[in-house]
């Protein structure tokens, strides 16, 4: 069964940092991937889908990696703002449905 | 933007009883799906959906759930003889076409429910 892993749990940064955030997953054989984020209480919202056969996806100050030989994935935030502050979950898709990490919670501070 | 809309947001029910919960995906979406998320957890998928039938679902998803697309705008989740450990929070989802084909898929802000 696809296991996927997100470290660290929690990040608190200062306003303006670049940051990483790691994802892991077990079973390569995945048709996509892709990154949400929750807010408190809120649904998930898709910011990067990246397919298998894809290498790196960005959108405006995120840039997301995916290493599906060696079951890993990035997302790296670029001058981060205190509206980044949310949970991010790294989702895998096997065929129709998604394997999701536990998230890490991000708290940008002003 | 599109949006996929549940209700309600906020259910309380007593242990033993049974909820619905409803679900207005985006119009022109063919795949639905329920995922959940017990406090403090992963979300994990419960059930996919498409042309009035399931199409996947998981092993959470035993005889006591089941869903329906009762008209053309509506689906629903039921949840027969709630147990305290159905706590969770339940996102239905939709997507035009089917996820691996790298259709995104559109969250609803999710219906929580507590079971007392």
């Known amino acids: 069964k696809q296991e996927v892993t997100q470290i660290p749990a929690a990040l608190s940064v200062p306003e303006g940092e670049n940051l990483v955030l790691n994802c892991s997953f077990t079973?390569?054989?995945?048709?996509?991937l892709q990154w949400f984020r929750q807010d408190p209480g809120k649904g998930l919202t898709s910011l990067l889908l990246?397919?298998?056969?894809?290498r790196e996806q960005t959108s405006g100050r995120l840039n997301a990696s995916l290493d599906k030989s060696s079951g890993r994935s990035t997302l790296y935030i670029a001058a981060s703002q205190p509206g980044d502050s949310a949970t991010y979950l790294c989702?895998?898709?096997?065929?129709?449905?998604?394997?999701f990490g536990s998230g890490t919670k991000l708290n940008v501070k002003p | 933007e599109p949006e996929v809309t549940q209700t309600p947001s906020h259910q309380v029910t007593q242990m033993g009883q049974e909820v619905i919960l409803r679900c207005v995906p985006i119009?022109?979406?063919?795949?639905f799906y329920w995922y959940r998320q017990i406090l403090g957890q992963k979300v994990e998928f419960l059930v996919s959906?498409?042309?009035?039938?399931?199409?996947?679902k998981s092993e959470i998803f035993d005889d006591q759930f089941s869903v329906e697309r009762p008209d053309g705008s509506n689906f629903t989740l039921k949840i027969r003889s709630t147990k305290l450990e159905d706590s969770a929070m339940y996102f239905c989802?939709?997507?035009?076409?089917?996820?691996?084909?790298?259709?995104?898929?559109?969250f609803g802000e999710g219906s929580w429910l507590t079971v007392v």
């Open positions: 989702a895998v898709n096997n065929f129709n449905k998604f394997y």
């Open positions: 990246i397919q298998s056969s894809q």
């Open positions: 959906f498409y042309n009035n039938e399931i199409s996947e």
């Open positions: 079973d390569s054989a995945i048709y996509n």
């Open positions: 119009s022109n979406h063919l795949y």
């Open positions: 989802a939709s997507s035009e076409e089917r996820l691996f084909s790298g259709n995104t898929i559109y």
